[in-house]
């Protein structure tokens, strides 16, 4: 496994908000994650990540374990990072946020070469500061950033939020993509529609747990399964 997640309790401070979750990633695979706003979603990232609080439970990736060690030290083993809302430095160039997903692992010019050959509209528009770029060029130089460092797992926490169609498609054409070259994917949506198209597995998160953890073809099968975990 790529990336193996066992019995985890995290959250921040006092607070707990992932209880006993165990989760399975291998290379090549997209896991759908969804839940409700709170669910704890985006602190399952940054648990991964080191960014959380965690209290038990082991997270190793390719065999070893990771989650006793500093965050920074994360990236450079190979995990890399969408957050939700992009979290760009808006007054830096696209050049220098490419830069600086660089410098968060050990990307070579190839590497970054590669990432940007993903995104054609960035490319031409390396030396424009990141926000002043559109919502879907932004979500394109958050996507790229990560890509600098050459990741192995790839961690997207609703890249598609607030986009047109067009770019959503975009944006899940370049996780597809990744994931045929072997990237290990963790992509969180809020819209079962908007995954089952590119999702290997599809997991469920309720107040910190797993739900459910199940295939595209499960979820189309039976709708009351989306019905019961998103309530969509
Ligand atoms: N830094 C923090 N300190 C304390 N509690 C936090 C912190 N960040 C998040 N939480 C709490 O943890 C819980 C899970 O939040 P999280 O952001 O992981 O949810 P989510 O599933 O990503 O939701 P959304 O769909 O709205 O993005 C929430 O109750 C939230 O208030
Ligand atoms: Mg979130």
Do not use: W
């Amino acid at each position: 496994m790529m990336l193996e997640l066992r019995d985890i309790d995290a959250g921040y401070g006092t607070v707990q908000v992932l209880r006993g979750l165990s989760l399975q990633l291998a290379a090549g695979e997209v896991l759908c994650l969804l839940g409700r706003n709170g669910a704890g979603k985006t602190t399952l990232m940054k648990t991964i990540l080191g960014l959380a609080d965690r209290r038990a439970g082991s997270i190793r990736l390719d065999g070893v374990e990771i989650g006793t060690m500093p965050a920074y030290r994360i990236p450079r083993l190979g995990v890399g990072y969408v957050p939700q809302g992009r979290r760009l430095f808006g007054e830096m160039t696209v050049a220098e946020n490419l830069r600086i997903g660089q410098l968060a692992g050990d990307g070579d010019e190839a590497t970054r070469n590669s990432a940007l050959a993903m995104f054609p509209r960035l490319e031409e528009r390396l030396g424009q500061r990141a926000d002043t770029l559109s919502g879907g060029e932004q979500q394109m130089l958050a996507m790229a950033r990560a890509l600098c460092l050459g990741p192995r797992v790839l961690l997207l926490d609703e890249p598609t939020e607030g986009l047109q169609p067009s770019m959503i498609a975009l944006i899940r054409d370049a996780a597809s993509a990744l994931a045929a070259g072997g990237v290990a994917v963790l992509l969180v949506e809020q819209r079962v529609e908007a995954v089952l198209e590119i999702a290997d597995r599809v997991a469920f998160l309720e107040n910190g747990r797993l739900a459910l953890d199940t295939t595209p073809d499960a979820l189309r099968a039976d709708e009351s399964l989306v019905h019961r975990y998103v309530g969509v």
